[in-house]
């Protein structure tokens, strides 16, 4: 069991903070005592909400003694200033996702936390769902035999409104990218935490559907995996729906089938049976599904998710130990999403990991809005 209460601290008060406030107050050994925000009456609304001293000044928030971890939940690229400044002052940092918006910012936040023997966390929620881990083991079982085939799809939905409602939304400055940095990142993840590393990927990128942006909407990837597999993502929010199409990733090999759909599975298919897969079709199978999370609202999230990030971090301090979801592994998503914006970049030019050069950002803009 954990030793202690954690003390936590937020900076930022955007909508996936109101998720990191929800994950601490459910988790019997965390207590969130402090947030920022550079405007303080946001802070103090937020702070009034969650019962907690609103600050706008983060040198002054960092000063606190009483606090043990800080979450940044910034705009995607204005995660790396808070992000050192923490570590800097001795505290454990819990990263949304991206860490940040290319390698070299993403690269300098581990080191500050490397250097000050702080944790860096990277928030990957979805490794820790059952349908991942039943997933996962499956692939290290070899229940799918030589696997052939690998698909991430994230075919999500975003309204013009969403895109104008920050001058931030949309920017490669700050937003990292578009469909596939920012919705899909996620997923992507989830793609390579099961299946390995990718060896060489192509793609093609688009603004199909949205105006007054630099990234893409709408991005095509084909992958070859370094264990011979092939694959694609794709990624889009110009995907209408409702309700919102799911996420999903899909696993085919001579011996086995899985279809993750969220995370729940449409497909649990193996030439031979294990004794686990009734329970995993019983209580994993699209019977049991809720509505597509984050597809068409990004509101629509479930902050177990990051509690339970959130209590592997605390256990990995408590512990001494790497948290399983550390910086490296927060990186390894990022490097694949800039071998294919390289290759969008390039019009499908085939690139090779290990990423060599981040891809230029006005180079992308121009192939992918035509202008």
């Avoid at 995607?76 to 910012?105: D, F, Q, T, W, Y």
């Avoid at 944790?119 to 079982?141: M, W």
Wanted: glycine fraction near 8%; charge should be negative.
């Amino acid at each position: 069991m954990p030793s202690k209460v954690y003390h936590f601290g937020i900076v930022g008060t955007g909508m996936i903070a109101e998720f990191h406030a929800k994950a601490i107050q459910a988790m019997d050994n965390a207590k969130l005592i402090a947030v920022f925000n550079r405007n303080l009456s946001k802070a103090e609304a937020f702070a009034g909400r969650f019962e907690c001293k609103a600050y706008d000044d983060l040198e002054q928030l960092l000063a606190n003694n009483d606090l043990d971890v800080i979450t940044v939940c910034t705009p995607s690229g204005a995660h790396l200033e808070p992000g050192i400044a923490a570590a800097n002052a001795g505290k454990h940092v819990i990263m949304e996702k991206p860490l940040e918006v290319n390698l070299e910012r993403a690269d300098a936040l581990i080191r500050a936390c490397e250097q000050n023997n702080v944790q860096l966390i990277s928030v990957l929620p979805r490794r820790f769902n059952a349908s991942t881990n039943a997933l996962k083991k499956a692939v290290e079982q070899g229940r799918f035999g030589r696997i052939t085939m690998a698909e991430a799809s994230i075919k999500w939905f975003r309204t013009q409104e969403y895109y104008d409602s920050g001058a931030w939304r949309g920017t490669w400055s700050l937003d990292g990218g578009g469909a596939l940095m920012n919705q899909s990142i996620h997923t992507v993840d989830l793609l390579i935490h099961v299946m390995g590393k990718v060896k060489k990927v192509s793609a093609f990128a688009a603004l199909a559907g949205h105006d007054g942006i630099e990234v893409e909407d709408a991005l095509v990837a084909i992958l070859e995996f370094e264990n011979g597999a092939k694959g694609i993502i794709q990624a889009s929010t110009t995907c209408y729906s409702k309700t919102g199409h799911p996420a999903q990733v899909q696993i085919c090999g001579m011996e086995g089938s899985a279809f993750m759909v969220d995370d729940k599975f449409s497909v649990w298919d193996f030439k031979t049976p294990a004794a686990e897969d009734e329970e995993i079709r019983d209580k994993l199978g699209l019977q049991a599904s809720s509505e597509a999370a984050g597809a068409s609202d990004p509101k629509a999230i479930d902050f177990s998710w990051h509690q339970r990030n959130f209590e592997e971090a605390l256990h990995a301090i408590d512990e001494n130990r790497p948290s399983i979801v550390d910086g490296e592994q927060g990186r390894m998503a990022i490097e694949l999403i800039g071998a294919i914006y390289s290759s969008a970049a390039q019009q499908g030019t085939p690139v090779s990991l290990p990423l060599q050069h981040w891809p230029d950002k006005q180079t992308l803009t121009t192939v992918i809005t035509g202008k």
